[in-house]
T-cell receptor, first 114, second 114 residues
Framework: GQQLNQSPQSMFIQEGEDVSMNCTSSSIFNTWLWYKQDPGEGPVLLIALYKAGELTSNGRLTAQFGITRKDSFLNISASIPSDVGIYFCAGLTYSGGGADGLTFGKGTHLIIQP | GAGVSQSPSNKVTEKGKDVELRCDPISGHTALYWYRQSLGQGLEFLIYFQGNSAPDKSGLPSDRFSAERTGGSVSTLTIQRTQQEDSAVYLC????????????FGPGTRLTVL
């Protein structure tokens, strides 16, 4: 089946630093999604990317859909304590019958030291 | 409520017992999804309901797992003869129509099989 390789697995950074994480795959995806999960909660959608090469921002977050449609990155600028959590990438594929399903990466655990 | 709710929030059971996990989707959402999240892993798709269509059960790991959705709203995920490897967080999500890219997740049920 399809697999997403997400890196890094964890990050220990200082408050105020910029963060970068990425996902790669050998498969092509039609849509890339980035989620954040806080402890004891379900994932919350941060950014959705629909076109190859698309660059989208949401406040301090910026994400890009790779031109080959096989990768994506998420950047967080000037990190703050509430950015702590697990970030997941997810890829979505479609066929004639609709969505084929959502494949998730294993997550990047972001830890911020004040 | 305003969001997806799940119950119980935690469930501890003995190996071999059956368990039922409940999901209440957002009102008006016709699509409902179940995922499993094992420790340190991404989300693993289990089953998808959309309106009155036959559910997509392609992600169910074994015939011990089943799910139903009554009246197009509440869903129950049943695991029979639980095994220790079933221990995980079970997440439910819902969306309008079949919009896989706009799923809203519940907080999950943490299942521990002793």
């Amino acid at each position: 089946g399809q697999q997403l390789n997400q890196s890094p697995q964890s990050m220990f950074i200082q408050e105020g630093e910029d963060v970068s994480m990425n996902c790669t795959s050998s498969s092509i995806f039609n849509t890339w999604l980035w989620y954040k999960q806080d402890p004891g909660e379900g994932p919350v959608l941060l950014i959705a990317l629909y076109k190859a090469g698309e660059l989208t921002s949401n406040g301090r977050l910026t994400a890009q859909f790779g031109i080959t449609r096989k990768d994506s990155f998420l950047n967080i600028s000037a990190s703050i304590p509430s950015d702590v959590g697990i970030y997941f990438c997810a890829g979505l594929t479609y066929s004639g019958g609709g969505a084929d399903g959502l494949t998730f990466g294993k997550g990047t655990h972001l830890i911020i030291q004040p | 409520g305003a969001g997806v709710s799940q119950s119980p929030s935690n469930k501890v059971t003995e190996k071999g017992k059956d368990v039922e996990l409940r999901c209440d989707p957002i009102s008006g959402h016709t699509a409902l999804y179940w995922y499993r999240q094992s420790l340190g892993q991404g989300l693993e798709f289990l089953i998808y309901f959309q309106g009155n269509s036959a559910p997509d059960k392609s992600g169910l790991p074994s015939d011990r797992f089943s799910a139903e959705r009554t009246g197009g709203s509440v869903s129950t995920l049943t695991i029979q003869r639980t095994q220790q490897e079933d221990s995980a967080v079970y997440l439910c999500a819902s969306s309008k129509g079949g919009s896989w890219d706009t799923q809203y997740f519940g907080p999950g049920t943490r299942l521990t099989v002793l």
